[in-house]
């Protein structure tokens, strides 16, 4: 059964090279920008929002705050009395929230609702933001040990890929160095303007050490402040919307199809979970393919590019696999074809993905679902996809906790 289209209006992110505390700024002010920003992109009043949802992980360990759906009314007087509240997922509370406005447009509740996720993490040292971020792990049942609990869970990930098909570090490598270079394409990355040298994206201890296991600088995502917002729209409104402006309906970005899977909160169950398996995270294929099918698409080549989680290196290697872009454990095969590099057969994150333009937890899976909007309405920049009309997202909460794809699709 395919889904009732969900109209992307507009939406805008903020630079993710920002550091939102050092500038005197914090959560109000980079969820302020976003919104404001989509809304100035859909060219609409906050009066014409019906519904908000926000998606942030950890804002009350970062800065003291929750109750961040009443930030909308601080942004707009009108926003003053619509409905609003805050979503949680860890790495995909952003996705969450889109999940939660596409449902209530489909049941026709609503018409028009805004999305917005938001994080800031660079306001503490490195070694508590770690702690902060590691409460999307069973807290005090997984993790002893580790300085750095996600690097040692997705160093995890790859030792089970190594186990069960083998795994070279050079592949891991290329997909950072993918990404990296995606992203001095995107005015809004993180690293577009940092330094690398060709022995960053190796296995030298000095140009890219050891962080936990075979996890390496390069082969992480970035500690980032940022936010992103959506304007979502059902057909009704966005066809009156479309016309008002002189645009055609099929032209504007929707969201075809949706995938959502839930496991079991600590990594080693999912892993002995799958054992005899070929796909070590079975429920992310699920979800993926319950996107597919929601969307009346039959596979992956069917896609114009992907935008897909890799908070860390391993994380996008188990994405290819699963996405179908090659047989169970043979992702190299798509990293040492060119595949998912800009001009391949499928871009995987044309935008640089987390490892590159950056990783504001709340904002990632909003922002996706942007990216791939401005990919299929072809206002990605320098970031394009020649041709896009269909691009796929996948979102990661925890270990592979909590899993969401959207695809996102134009006629134009």
């Given at each position: 059964m395919t889904s009732s289209p969900v109209y992307i209006l507009g939406g805008h992110q903020t630079d993710f090279a920002r550091n939102a505390s050092r500038d005197g700024d914090g959560l109000f002010e980079l969820m302020r920008d976003a919104v404001q920003g989509a809304l100035a992109d859909a060219a609409l009043d906050a009066r014409e929002i019906e519904s908000g949802h926000v998606g942030n992980f950890v804002g009350e360990l970062?800065?003291?705050?929750?109750?961040?759906?009443?930030?909308?009314?601080?942004?707009?007087?009108?926003?003053?009395?619509?409905?609003?509240?805050?979503?949680?997922?860890?790495?995909?509370?952003?996705?969450?929230?889109?999940?939660?406005?596409?449902?209530?447009?489909?049941?026709g509740r609503y018409d028009c609702v805004l999305v917005t996720g938001v994080e800031l993490e660079r306001n503490v040292p490195g070694a508590v933001a770690a702690q902060h971020l590691g409460a999307a792990t069973w807290v005090g049942e997984e993790g002893a040990g580790a300085t750095y609990v996600w690097p040692r869970m997705f160093h995890r990930v790859g030792q089970e890929y190594e186990r069960r098909y083998g795994l070279k570090y050079e592949h891991l490598a290329r997909i950072a160095e993918i990404n990296i270079s995606n992203a001095r394409r995107n005015p809004f990355a993180q690293t577009r303007a940092w330094n690398y040298t060709d022995a960053s994206f190796t296995a030298d201890d000095a140009a890219n050490p050891v962080i936990e296991g075979m996890i390496r600088r390069q082969d992480c995502g970035q500690v980032t402040d940022g936010a992103a917002a959506v304007v979502l729209a059902s057909p009704r409104f966005a066809e009156a919307w479309a016309r008002r402006r002189g645009h055609s309906l099929d032209g504007l970005p929707r969201i075809?199809?949706?995938?959502?899977?839930?496991?079991?909160?600590?990594?080693?169950?999912?892993?002995?979970?799958?054992?005899?398996?070929?796909?070590v995270f079975p429920h992310v294929r699920d979800a993926i393919q319950g996107a597919f099918h929601r969307a009346g698409i039959a596979d992956v080549w069917q896609l114009d590019g992907i935008e897909t989680?890799?908070?860390?290196?391993?994380?996008?290697?188990?994405?290819?696999?699963?996405?179908?872009?090659?047989?169970?454990?043979?992702?190299?095969?798509?990293?040492?074809?060119?595949?998912?590099?800009?001009?391949?057969?499928?871009?995987?994150?044309?935008?640089?993905?987390?490892?590159?333009?950056?990783?504001?937890?709340?904002?990632?899976?909003?922002?996706?679902?942007?990216?791939?909007?401005?990919?299929?309405?072809?206002?990605?920049?320098?970031?394009?996809?020649?041709?896009?009309?269909?691009?796929?997202?996948?979102?990661?909460?925890?270990?592979?906790?909590?899993?969401?794809?959207?695809?996102?699709?134009?006629?134009?």
């Open positions: 970062f800065a003291g705050q929750g109750q961040l759906g009443g930030m909308l009314a601080a942004i707009d007087p009108g926003f003053y009395g619509t409905p609003a509240g805050r979503h949680e997922a860890a790495c995909a509370s952003g996705s969450i929230a889109m999940l939660a406005a596409t449902a209530e447009i489909e049941c075809a199809g949706w995938g959502h899977r839930t496991a079991h909160l600590k990594l080693e169950p999912k892993l002995q979970a799958s054992a005899g398996q070929a796909y989680h890799d908070c860390f290196t391993t994380t996008e290697y188990m994405a290819i696999d699963h996405f179908g872009l090659t047989a169970p454990g043979e992702s190299w095969r798509a990293i040492e074809a060119g595949t998912i590099a800009r001009g391949g057969r499928l871009p995987v994150n044309p935008s640089g993905g987390l490892i590159g333009l950056g990783h504001p937890v709340g904002a990632t899976g909003v922002r996706m679902v942007l990216d791939a909007a401005r990919q299929v309405a072809g206002r990605a920049g320098d970031c394009q996809v020649e041709g896009a009309r269909r691009f796929a997202t996948l979102n990661i909460g925890g270990s592979a906790t909590t899993v969401v794809s959207f695809i996102v699709e134009s006629d134009a």
